[in-house]
């Protein structure tokens, strides 16, 4: 069973739109929300992360939005940049567990 | 940059053989992980610790298994290779279990 739902599978955006990717979960114990980038033939590496005490979090040009109530979360990459171009994580937990992730968004910002 | 490793990056190997993949973090964390990552892009953990002589199985059942006898040092070994083992193999690490996980480059495995 998939703790963390991840959309869209894909992602084309032109240089200097919005992206966004959503992700949905069901555990309400879940208390923590990262999100992670991953470049080919690199690891992931956290992007940004939230609790649910706040709404949103911005750090630069990417935002998570969390919406408690319905249990989602989204990750907006403002002004996306080709450097961008990568394949991007959500996941989830709370202290009794480890990270559940996302199937994954492969994001290509086009020039 | 994180600072863990992982070596061998690529794999080639005949069904059969026993190989180990090995991990190491010089952060000294405790907890770390091992993950499989297949070309449809998501992430499965298959085993973790929370420190020496500690490890648990994943999510996703695996016929591999790892030892923690040093806190830097997470090796995961399978004694017998099959074409179905072909996957990338990630490691990482935290502080703990709410913590940041940094994540090695991967080993990317090829059953023949």
């Known amino acids: 069973q998939q703790q963390v739902k991840q959309s869209p599978q894909s992602l084309i955006v032109q240089k200097g739109g919005i992206s966004i990717i959503n992700c949905a979960y069901e555990n309400t114990a879940f208390d923590y929300f990262p999100w992670y980038q991953q470049f080919p033939g690199k690891g992931p590496a956290l992007l940004i992360a939230?609790?649910?005490?706040?709404s949103e979090k911005k750090e630069g040009r990417f935002t998570i939005s969390f919406n408690k109530s319905a249990k989602q979360f989204s990750l907006h990459i403002m002004d996306s940049q080709p450097g961008d171009s990568a394949t991007y994580f959500c996941a989830a937990s709370n202290w009794a567990n480890n990270l559940f992730f996302g199937t994954g968004t492969r994001l290509t910002v086009i020039p | 940059e994180a600072d863990i490793y992982q070596t061998p990056r690529y794999l080639v190997i005949g069904t059969g053989k026993k190989i180990t993949l090995e991990c190491s973090q010089t952060?000294?964390?405790?907890?770390m992980y091992w993950y499989q990552q297949d070309p449809g892009m998501e992430l499965h953990l298959i085993h973790y610790?929370?420190?020496?002589?500690?490890?648990e199985k994943g999510d996703l059942s695996s016929e591999s298994t790892v030892s923690r006898i040093r806190t830097e040092h997470f090796p995961l070994t399978l004694e017998s290779a099959r074409p179905s083992h072909t996957s990338q193999y990630l490691c990482a690490s935290s502080a703990g279990a709410r913590d940041e996980q940094f994540f090695g480059p991967g080993t990317r495995l090829t059953v023949l």
């Open positions: 952060m000294g964390h405790d907890k």
């Open positions: 939230i609790r649910p005490d706040v």
């Open positions: 610790s929370y420190g020496v002589n500690s490890t």
